[in-house]
């Protein structure tokens, strides 16, 4: 058997951080298993449905390298299909068509409310002749589910999960107006794509009760179920957008890293042993159903930053160049021309350090694409006093002889003009940082001052002078 799971979206918002999860452990189980991973819209509510919540999920999956094996399937093109499925459903016996008011519905769902029933609804028109069918009424269609017995799924997460027949309802395969409901639709569409494993958030459980019994009035296989338990927030509560609950595109802004925010995603909930830091080869090959929690998990946004500033010291420093170039452009007050990405390049590592994000490390990087003068700090423009000015200038007389313009030839011609003038290290260093970055605090300031080069480096001091 050929493993074929489904991530299944409706485009009615974001892709929020649980669905991206969701999407993961859908992606790492079939290629764990050597099988398909698939992509399917569910867009049948097309009141709610929007073009650009659609393009935003398909272009989050995408950037977390998460997108279907095959064209995405577009539920609302499939409606003529999940009809014909509920025709021979009536066909055969196991559905029927029902012709409540919508009044006599509400005394229904009251009475069984009163009387503490999960099924809402009396089945009163399960074995009625359709000749009694009142005039002028558009009738729906509902499954016959079973009366007597027990229903019983092995959820490859929550273990074996019972419920009594009788506490499942005979639901609505197609509306009044012909339109099928999202559990009709969801089995009819999650049969014809083979679907083996359906790995979804455990707010679907009590649904797929409802939707066995539509596999099984069909004769189809049923698939392996596996529901997820919820992301809570660090306080235990339902995750909210206090906690992190964003679309994913805000985390791509925010400047994490799509292998660190799956890497972390792949924690929330799923353990292999202490280990923390997990590449996707690693993950492919170690994920597995028997790893995943039955408790929430808790969002911690200061994990998170951690993780993803690992994975920005472990990156490549040239495509790591390309991120903060794109999110310097357009900022005034910069020259992104080839030799400040040069600069860049050369001074990552020295940013790179303390850096979490990818907003933090182009901050920190800017500098060296600025062009004099620079714009200041308040913190480093309190340190360039009328004394720091003078001894800015008397250093530019120094660097004059700097050879090579090297970092330590550099740091020993700023140490010798501090201790010509009777003054600490940090009087001169501090106003030179200051001159040479706008800000109090940087990199090693030898290291910025041999990466900016001699003329860079001198234009910069004589702007404050």
Same mark, same amino acid.
């Given at each position: 058997?050929?493993?074929?799971?489904?991530?299944?979206?409706?485009?009615?918002?974001?892709?929020?951080?649980?669905?991206?999860?969701?999407?993961?452990?859908?992606?790492?189980?079939?290629? +764990?298993?050597?099988?398909?991973?698939?992509?399917?819209?569910?867009?049948?509510?097309?009141?709610?449905?929007?073009?650009?919540?659609?393009?935003?999920?398909?272009?989050?999956?995408?950037?977390?390298?998460?997108?279907?094996?095959?064209?995405?399937?577009?539920?609302?093109?499939?409606?003529?299909?999940?009809?014909?499925?509920?025709?021979?459903?009536?066909?055969?016996?196991?559905?029927?068509?029902?012709?409540?008011?919508?009044?006599?519905?509400?005394?229904?769902?009251?009475?069984?409310?009163?009387?503490?029933?999960?099924?809402?609804?009396?089945?009163?028109?399960?074995?009625?002749?359709?000749?009694?069918?009142?005039?002028?009424?558009?009738?729906?269609?509902?499954?016959?589910?079973?009366?007597?017995?027990?229903?019983?799924?092995?959820?490859?997460?929550?273990?074996?999960?019972?419920?009594?027949?009788?506490?499942?309802?005979?639901?609505?395969?197609?509306?009044?107006?012909?339109?099928?409901?999202?559990?009709?639709?969801?089995?009819?569409?999650?049969?014809?794509?083979?679907?083996?494993?359906?790995?979804?958030?455990?707010?679907?459980?009590?649904?797929?009760?409802?939707?066995?019994?539509?596999?099984?009035?069909?004769?189809?296989?049923?698939?392996?179920?596996?529901?997820?338990?919820?992301?809570?927030?660090?306080?235990?509560?339902?995750?909210?957008?206090?906690?992190?609950?964003?679309?994913?595109?805000?985390?791509?802004?925010?400047?994490?890293?799509?292998?660190?925010?799956?890497?972390?995603?792949?924690?929330?909930?799923?353990?292999?042993?202490?280990?923390?830091?997990?590449?996707?080869?690693?993950?492919?090959?170690?994920?597995?159903?028997?790893?995943?929690?039955?408790?929430?998990?808790?969002?911690?946004?200061?994990?998170?930053?951690?993780?993803?500033? +690992?994975?920005?010291?472990?990156?490549?420093?040239?495509?790591?160049?390309?991120?903060?170039?794109?999110?310097?452009?357009?900022?005034?007050?910069?020259?992104?021309?080839?030799?400040?990405?040069?600069?860049?390049?050369?001074?990552?590592?020295?940013?790179?350090?303390?850096?979490?994000?990818?907003?933090?490390?182009?901050?920190?990087?800017?500098?060296?694409?600025?062009?004099?003068?620079?714009?200041?700090?308040?913190?480093?423009?309190?340190?360039?006093?009328?004394?720091?000015?003078?001894?800015?200038?008397?250093?530019?007389?120094?660097?004059?002889?700097?050879?090579?313009?090297s970092e330590d030839v550099l740091e020993a011609i700023v140490r010798d003009h501090a201790e010509q003038n009777g003054v600490k290290l940090g009087?001169?260093?501090?106003?030179?940082?200051?001159?040479?970055?706008?800000?109090?605090?940087?990199?090693?300031?030898?290291?910025?001052?041999?990466?900016?080069?001699?003329?860079?480096?001198?234009?910069?001091?004589?702007?404050?002078?």
């Amino acid at each position: 058997m050929t493993v074929i799971t489904r991530f299944a979206p409706s485009p009615t918002g974001f892709l929020h951080i649980g669905g991206a999860r969701t999407a993961l452990f859908n992606w790492l189980f079939a290629r +764990h298993m050597g099988g398909k991973y698939l992509l399917r819209i569910e867009d049948t509510d097309r009141a709610r449905s929007t073009d650009a919540a659609m393009q935003a999920i398909l272009s989050g999956l995408d950037w977390l390298g998460l997108s279907g094996d095959e064209a995405p399937v577009y539920q609302h093109s499939r409606l003529d299909r999940h009809a014909a499925v509920a025709r021979e459903l009536l066909a055969r016996g196991h559905a029927y068509h029902c012709y409540c008011s919508p009044d006599e519905l509400q005394e229904m769902r009251t009475e069984a409310r009163k009387l503490g029933r999960t099924a809402l609804y009396d089945g009163r028109w399960r074995d009625r002749d359709p000749s009694e069918a009142p005039a002028g009424v558009d009738p729906v269609v509902r499954l016959k589910t079973p009366l007597q017995g027990e229903t019983v799924i092995q959820d490859l997460v929550q273990g074996p999960v019972t419920v009594q027949n009788s506490q499942i309802d005979d639901f609505i395969l197609l509306r009044a107006d012909g339109t099928p409901t999202y559990m009709h639709s969801v089995v009819v569409d999650d049969h014809d794509m083979a679907i083996t494993h359906v790995i979804r958030g455990d707010d679907h459980l009590n649904n797929a009760f409802r939707q066995v019994q539509l596999f099984q009035a069909m004769d189809w296989a049923v698939p392996a179920f596996a529901h997820i338990p919820l992301i809570h927030g660090p306080d235990g509560a339902k995750l909210s957008k206090r906690h992190g609950a964003l679309g994913v595109e805000a985390y791509r802004e925010m400047g994490y890293l799509p292998d660190a925010l799956c890497n972390y995603l792949l924690r929330l909930g799923w353990a292999h042993g202490d280990d923390e830091i997990i590449s996707r080869d690693q993950a492919i090959d170690w994920f597995d159903l028997d790893g995943v929690g039955r408790s929430a998990s808790r969002f911690d946004m200061a994990k998170l930053d951690n993780l993803n500033g +690992h994975y920005l010291r472990e990156s490549p420093d040239e495509g790591i160049v390309d991120l903060i170039l794109e999110r310097l452009e357009g900022r005034p007050g910069l020259a992104l021309n080839e030799q400040a990405r040069e600069r860049i390049a050369r001074g990552l590592p020295g940013v790179k350090a303390r850096a979490k994000t990818l907003v933090e490390l182009a901050d920190s990087a800017a500098f060296y694409a600025a062009t004099p003068p620079l714009a200041m700090t308040d913190k480093a423009a309190a340190l360039l006093t009328d004394d720091a000015r003078a001894l800015m200038r008397g250093l530019l007389e120094a660097l004059a002889e700097a050879t090579p313009w090297s970092e330590d030839v550099l740091e020993a011609i700023v140490r010798d003009h501090a201790e010509q003038n009777g003054v600490k290290l940090g009087a001169v260093a501090q106003p030179l940082r200051a001159a040479l970055t706008g800000s109090n605090a940087s990199p090693g300031i030898f290291e910025v001052l041999a990466i900016l080069g001699p003329d860079e480096g001198r234009a910069r001091i004589t702007a404050i002078c």
